[in-house]
């Protein structure tokens, strides 16, 4: 039971840090196409 638990949690948790990297790269993303900065 203890075993299933921590596989549970481990996939939640890797979902959790997988979405948020990809809002993180997004947003960045979505920043410099849309006000790039001046070179």
């Known amino acids: 039971m203890a075993d299933f638990l921590a596989t549970?949690?481990?996939k939640?948790?890797?979902n959790?840090?997988?979405t948020?990297?990809?809002r993180i790269v997004q947003a960045?993303?979505?920043r410099?196409?849309?006000a790039?900065?001046?070179a």
């Open 36 to 38: 790039p900065t001046p």
């Open 20 to 22: 948020l990297v990809l």
């Open 16 to 18: 959790l840090l997988e």
């Open 28 to 30: 960045l993303f979505t």
């Open 12 to 14: 939640i948790g890797a």
């Open 32 to 34: 410099a196409f849309t």
């Open 8 to 10: 549970v949690l481990a």
